[in-house]
């Protein structure tokens, strides 16, 4: 499991910290076997490039097997232009591109309790 993400590699380093009180919990590094980062790529998202970097790490052949779960239209138009399913998990920070949002992503989640239902019917 992949996280790419736009955030700089400190605030990801900082909550896989002992400084972060959420550590234990939200720790990134404990969770992902790959992080990739805004630091990691020449071109940020809505450039291909940070998936092509993951589907590559995990020698990913068949990216239309893969699912991508975003929160953003920066996210779902870079993750889609690999050729991956995208499915977006709601973000109301994200509202004012929520309809375009809607229309894109292949597969729409009210919350991640939405997304675990979903899944655990396929």
Known sequence: MALVTGTEKIVIDYFSSKKSKLSHY???NKFFDLII???DV?????????YEKTLEYFCIKNPHKVLVIADSLLGILSAKATGTKVGV???KYSDS???????????VFCDWN???EK???V
Not at 42 to 50: R, V
Not at 97 to 107: Q, S, V
Request: proline letters at 11%; hydrophobic letters at 25%.
């Open 114 to 116: 939405d997304f675990i």
């Open 97 to 107: 591109d929520r309809e375009i949002i809607n229309e894109t992503a292949d597969y």
């Open 42 to 50: 020449d071109k940020e998202k809505p450039d291909p490039q940070p």
């Open 26 to 28: 939200l720790s990134p």
């Open 37 to 39: 980062t805004k630091e």
């Open 119 to 121: 899944m655990l019917k």
């Open 89 to 91: 998990i709601y973000d």
